[in-house]
């Protein structure tokens, strides 16, 4: 700086590295924010879906309740027409999850199927592309079917669902199907889905008189069993999905605090470098102040 003729001397600031790195912090907390915002919405979309499953799944259990009264009263009087099971390799499906961020979901379903019995060794049919993921190369995957995103996609799922059961039925005349799933309360539930109502036999009637049918009672028992592998896997569908939308509200809202309390550092550490550069340009007029009141009296 030159003042009437004669040359003063300014300290040199510090150079724009510091300002340069609040900049950059600054950056990347704003791409925290962003990413906060996102995962913040993908919370409050699954809770949605959680109200909205709550409402399908009071339905479905009591639709599924009523077809269980039905087969027990009808089995309580006719217990000789439920078939017998043959022992044979059974077919287990899994239901896992299409999409990801709900923690050990999928993890969980595997490790509960290696406590299992190995023999005789199950036949798997996989639902949702994270857990067919984690069992590719399985020797004992049998199928794998795209699993359910939202509640609206549930039925075209059982559709598909049905459909490999009865290919693996036709294919390799399997006895039994049973379903491996979260349950909302229960943890994860080993359930037998074909043959149905083995858990019925030994159930005193409700009823002292048998009912009057207009089929014979085993043509009704195989009516009452098609409508129960419908109603049920709903119910199982619809219950995994709801623990899948509670689980993916636990972990994004763990993930969202984890990372307020990051952009909350990164506001301190910018905070503290905002002071910095105060500093050193308080620093720099105090020194420019001093220089010109020393100027005078240099000349």
Do not use: W
């Not at 409700?206 to 195989?222: G, I, K, M, S, V």
């Not at 409508?227 to 119910?235: E, K, V």
């Not at 689980?247 to 470098?273: F, K, P, T």
């Amino acid at each position: 700086m030159e003042r009437r003729g004669g040359r003063l001397a300014v300290p040199p600031r510090r150079g724009p590295a510091g300002m340069s790195r609040r900049r950059n912090l600054e950056r990347h907390r704003h791409s925290l924010g962003e990413i906060r915002d996102i995962m913040n919405s993908m919370k409050t979309l699954a809770y949605m879906e959680t109200r909205k499953l709550a409402r399908f799944l009071d339905a479905q259990n009591a639709v599924v309740r009523s077809i269980e009264e039905a087969a027990a009263d009808l089995l309580g009087c006719h217990p000789e027409i439920l078939p017998e099971v043959k022992e044979a390799a059974p077919v287990c499906l899994l239901i896992g999850t299409e999409r990801g961020f709900c923690g050990d979901f999928n993890h969980a379903l595997l490790r509960q199927l290696d406590a299992l019995p190995a023999s005789p060794p199950p036949m798997l049919i996989a639902v949702g592309a994270r857990l067919h993921a984690l069992l590719e190369g399985d020797a004992r995957l049998a199928a794998a079917v795209g699993g359910a995103s939202v509640v609206e996609e549930v039925t075209s799922l059982l559709n598909r669902v049905t459909a490999e059961i009865t290919a693996l039925q036709d294919a390799r005349g399997v006895p039994a199907v049973f379903c491996l799933y979260h349950g909302s309360e229960d943890g994860i539930v080993m359930q037998r889905l074909l043959p149905p109502f083995r858990f019925l036999p030994g159930r005193p009637p409700r009823f002292p008189h048998p009912p009057l049918l207009n089929l014979p009672p085993r043509e009704l028992l195989a009516g009452l069993a098609d409508h129960y592998l419908f109603a049920a896997l709903h119910q199982m569908l619809y219950t995994s999905l709801m623990v899948e939308n509670r689980h993916r509200v636990a972990h994004l809202e763990g993930a969202v605090r984890h990372l307020d309390d990051e952009s909350a550092e990164l506001a301190q550490r910018c905070n503290a470098l905002r002071q910095e550069e105060i500093i050193e340009e308080i620093e720099v007029i105090l020194l420019s102040a001093a220089s010109l009141g020393e100027g005078p009296a240099g000349r």
